[in-house]
């Protein structure tokens, strides 16, 4: 059974860092597009980056500060935050696109989600 389970969220004050863990059971990454999503209270979700084995993509709101990256030995994605701001509090989510692009395809719809994890970030 294909499962993603996010963790790492918490309470950060602004300017802090926190790192995300996505952890995928039931499946490999290889041939899977990984998504980093948010929905703030009140908000649309919004995809905050896509990555393949080859290739990462960021959102504008999130550039420069946040980085995915994979480790395949533990077949867990992560998300590294830097920098954050009250405007990062939102629930974040992990899913999953099964697709052999090397080119990440996350807008074109993700085919399993996590619960999420909470992040406020707040002084």
């Known amino acids: 059974q294909l499962q993603l389970v996010e963790s790492g969220g918490g309470l950060v004050q602004p300017g802090g860092s926190l790192r995300l863990s996505c952890a995928a059971s039931?499946?490999?990454?290889?041939?899977?597009?990984i998504g980093w999503f948010r929905q703030a209270p009140g908000k649309a979700r919004e995809g905050i980056s896509c990555?393949?084995?080859?290739?990462?993509n960021y959102a504008d709101s999130v550039k420069g500060r946040f980085t995915t990256f994979r480790d395949n030995a533990k077949n867990t994605v992560y998300l590294q935050m830097n920098s954050l701001e009250p405007e990062d509090t939102a629930v974040y989510y992990c899913?999953?696109?099964?697709?052999?692009?090397?080119?990440?395809?996350?807008?074109?719809?993700?085919?399993?989600w996590g619960k999420g994890t909470l992040v406020t970030v707040s002084s």
């Open positions: 899913a999953a696109r099964r697709d052999h692009s090397f080119i990440p395809r996350c807008a074109a719809g993700m085919d399993d």
């Open positions: 039931g499946f490999t990454l290889d041939y899977h597009h």
């Open positions: 990555s393949t084995g080859r290739m990462r």
